[in-house]
């Protein structure tokens, strides 16, 4: 398997995509920005977080986080809550670095400032360049700062003066809550029916929710198990509030059961749809028709149109012979 092609479901910290995380606005201004219709645009930037003047490079903003993950940008992030960054657009990862898209190298300060330093100095042509391309892509690796850094971005960056432009036919996936789809799917036009929607801030707090009540239960579990009386007598104390948060939990239980019992209605429709496609699609040209015609001569069927052409073209053949 390759491994840009791993996915969540088999390796749950792993995506196949690359998202450019974002808010509302500029959303809607990335995909109006390209220089032609069918065309978006993401504009490459100084990071504002660069505390060196030396780090002069214009990049774009890519991470390869899970899309049930995503909210923990808004989660952890203050200033990304107050933007509301909520929206992303999504692209296959293998597509992104066949465009120059690579990840962020975190190094420890001391690295990083080495190589800044020889980055800064005299050299020549080519091992600036070369440099140059490794110090584009660096960012610390916070070890001595309170909030130990940003590798929890997971970030992958395009490296350009100018920034990112896409057609609309690479995007994969749009993160956007649920009442904001709309609008967006006005601007993506004929291009929406290879474009996975996606809500997910919902699935962040669906799937932490989750974690927390698991949690909970077997906490809960220890301290009933337990013979401690102090653990005991604790647990008791905050009976109403344990009650209350399995409550909570079995709601969120039987939604997933509702959802599964709709994916599954949707999977018996999907594959009666494809019994019937396969029922009335000619054996001869493929094409679909509720009137196909059996020709024993062929052994195979056809659409009517085609058995006309056929009858004709032998007719005309039997006269001219």
């Known amino acids: 398997m390759k491994a840009f092609e791993i996915e969540p479901k088999l390796k749950p910290d792993m995506s196949r995509f690359l998202i450019h995380m974002t808010g509302k606005s500029a959303i809607k201004s990335i995909l109006n920005s390209g220089k032609k219709r069918g065309e978006g645009f993401i504009r490459s930037q100084v990071p504002n977080g660069s505390k060196s003047a030396s780090f002069t490079h214009k990049i774009a903003c890519f991470t390869e986080t899970p899309i049930f993950a995503l909210g923990g940008f808004v989660a952890i992030s203050q200033r990304r809550r107050a933007e509301g960054m909520?929206?992303?657009?999504?692209f296959r990862k293998c597509y992104m670095v066949e465009n120059n898209v690579r990840p962020t190298l975190y190094l420890d300060n001391k690295v990083l400032g080495s190589l800044f330093?020889?980055?800064?100095s005299e050299t020549s042509e080519a091992v600036n360049s070369l440099l140059e391309s490794i110090k584009s892509l660096a960012h610390p690796l916070g070890e001595t700062m309170p909030k130990q850094g940003f590798t929890w971005e997971r970030e992958w960056r395009f490296v350009d003066e100018t920034g990112f432009y896409f057609n609309f036919d690479a995007i994969e996936v749009i993160c956007c809550p649920k009442e904001e789809q709309l609008e967006l799917q006005v601007i993506?036009?004929?291009?929406?029916?290879?474009?996975?929607f996606v809500d997910s801030w919902a699935q962040y707090k669906n799937h932490t929710q989750h974690i927390e009540h698991s949690e909970l239960k077997d906490k809960i579990s220890e301290?009933?198990?337990?013979?401690?009386?102090?653990?005991i007598e604790?647990?008791?104390?905050?009976y109403e509030e344990h009650v209350e948060s399995l409550k909570a939990y079995k709601e969120y239980l039987l939604s997933l059961q509702s959802n599964a019992d709709e994916i599954e209605r949707q999977l018996e429709d999907l594959i009666?749809?494809?019994?019937?496609?396969?029922?009335n699609t000619a054996d001869y040209c493929g094409h679909f028709?509720?009137?196909?015609?059996?020709r024993s001569d062929f052994?195979?069927?056809?659409?009517?149109?085609?058995?006309?052409?056929?009858?004709?073209?032998?007719?005309?053949?039997?006269?001219?012979?």
């Open 86 to 90: 909520q929206y992303g657009i999504g």
């Open 117 to 120: 330093n020889v980055a800064d």
């Open 188 to 196: 993506l036009g004929s291009h929406l029916d290879k474009i996975q």
């Open 223 to 231: 301290n009933l198990d337990s013979h401690d009386d102090f653990e």
């Open 234 to 238: 604790e647990f008791l104390d905050d």
């Open 272 to 279: 009666e749809w494809k019994r019937y496609i396969d029922a």
């Open 289 to 294: 028709s509720e009137d196909l015609v059996w």
């Open 299 to 321: 052994e195979q069927s056809f659409c009517p149109e085609c058995s006309r052409d056929y009858e004709e073209g032998l007719a005309k053949f039997m006269r001219e012979d």
